[in-house]
């Protein structure tokens, strides 16, 4: 009895010991403090198309969060409606606006508001041979009808470019449903969209630059604001109380974001080193991050010492394309490491492949530094900011 005594006594402080032990540096521990629901992360795979993803997972997080059933919203549905409006307004500018795949989150609110939106089941926008989105044909295709329709080799804008563009899009995407049926009552996609209850009129997009004024709204000079949406502007101390707020208050955040330094990781990590920044090129997840390597080229392995970011250094990072519009993500939650920092938990668009399954752990000055817009529901503002500008 003594010796089995003694036995579990030197279990207990050698569990005690391994349990206090420090963490190696290279290591991340993450504790959650608030995490709002979600739906489960997609794949945006070889697409530009983060801004549909990210939209609607929002969306889909605010059906959560209003007590209803959750609900797989088609992405392809509204590029398709956004690709045509946009090939219009292209034309209709000469040439002189932007027409590419990249889009902002005022897309997924105009085609809502516009056009209604459809279940992923009803389109999902694979119609190619593809299990995944692949879009690098259908771009070029577009891009190059386009471009031809702006010569106008016929000296007059024929009434057949239109239906010949969305021919294209139909092929790739599939035809836009126009009566669908879902639990048993047929839909269009208006009608389905007024069904879950959103008001588009309760979304607001908001950012922090000084070359214009606060607490007034602009459209943010972007290639991809090609709907040219305009954001309310507020001083970066009351944006960035904007994302706590809202977390902790059970909403979501759509995020606008330059993913294209080193310290955002395929890893899972988003952190602002005190470190050059590093040029990464490829596709979508690539272009941004880097596919995984041995050498662990793209890797951030645990807490660093973060950059200071005032106004200033968010502003010039702007001004001198160091921080541009690269992804859309969502924020949905809030986490702190070993030391007591804190990160925002992030759901991504490229599928469940990275170390946290898709999610990301993104630091606050990270987050401070790299916004370009967040979309939000209104309430998800503190009141004295609502009052200021006048929402």
């Known amino acids: 009895m003594r010796k089995t005594f003694f036995t579990l006594i030197s279990i207990f402080i050698v ?30 795979a070889s697409t530009s198309t983060c801004w549909s993803f990210s939209g609607l997972a929002f969306f889909e997080s605010e059906l959560l969060r209003m007590g209803k059933p959750a609900v797989d919203l088609s992405e392809m ?13 292209y034309l209709r500018m000469n040439g002189t606006s932007n027409f590419a795949p990249g889009g902002s989150f ?12 459809v279940p992923d089941s009803v389109m999902n926008g694979l119609n190619y041979g593809e299990t995944k989105h692949v879009h690098g044909e259908l771009d070029a295709l577009t891009s190059a009808f386009m471009t031809t329709m702006v010569k106008n080799p016929n000296k007059t804008i024929s009434t057949a470019w239109k239906p010949a563009f969305e021919g294209i899009l139909n092929a790739y995407l599939g035809k836009l449903p126009t009566e669908f049926t879902v639990n048993g009552k047929k839909h269009t996609p208006v009608s389905y969209a007024n069904s879950l209850g959103l008001n588009m009129d309760d979304y607001v997009s908001i950012t922090s630059f000084t070359h214009h004024p606060f607490y007034t709204k602009f459209a943010i000079e972007i290639p ?11 001083p970066l101390d009351e944006f960035g109380r904007i994302f706590d707020y809202a977390v902790e208050n059970g909403y979501t955040v759509a995020w606008g974001a330059d993913v294209s330094e080193k310290g955002f990781t395929r890893n899972g990590i988003g952190v602002l080193p005190e ?14 991050v880097g596919a995984p390597t041995p050498t662990g080229k793209y890797t951030v392995n645990g807490p660093v010492k973060e950059q200071n970011v005032t106004q200033e250094s968010r502003q010039l990072g702007f001004d001198n394309y160091q921080t541009t519009d690269d992804h859309g993500m969502l924020i949905y939650g809030i986490a702190k490491d070993q030391n007591g920092d804190r990160y925002y938990m992030v759901k991504n668009s490229w599928g469940e492949d990275s170390k ?36």
């Open 106 to 117: 005022y897309d997924d609110v105009y085609v809502l508001k516009n056009y209604g939106i």
């Open 224 to 234: 991809d604001n090609w709907r040219w949406a305009e954001s309310y502007n507020i």
């Open 356 to 391: 946290y399954k898709g999610i990301w752990y993104v630091s606050k000055p990270f987050v401070m530094e790299k916004t370009i817009n967040i979309l939000v529901h209104k309430d998800a503002v503190p009141k004295e900011i609502r009052k200021k500008l006048g929402i």
């Open 77 to 89: 549905f509204v590029v398709h409606r956004s690709y045509t409006d946009k090939a219009e307004k």
């Open 15 to 44: 569990s005690v010991s391994f349990a206090q032990a420090p963490l190696p540096k290279d290591t991340f521990a993450f504790t959650t403090v608030k995490e709002n629901k979600i739906t489960p992360v997609k794949n945006q």
């Open 275 to 288: 470190t050059k920044k590093e040029n990464l090129v490829g596709t979508d997840q690539a272009k941004w």
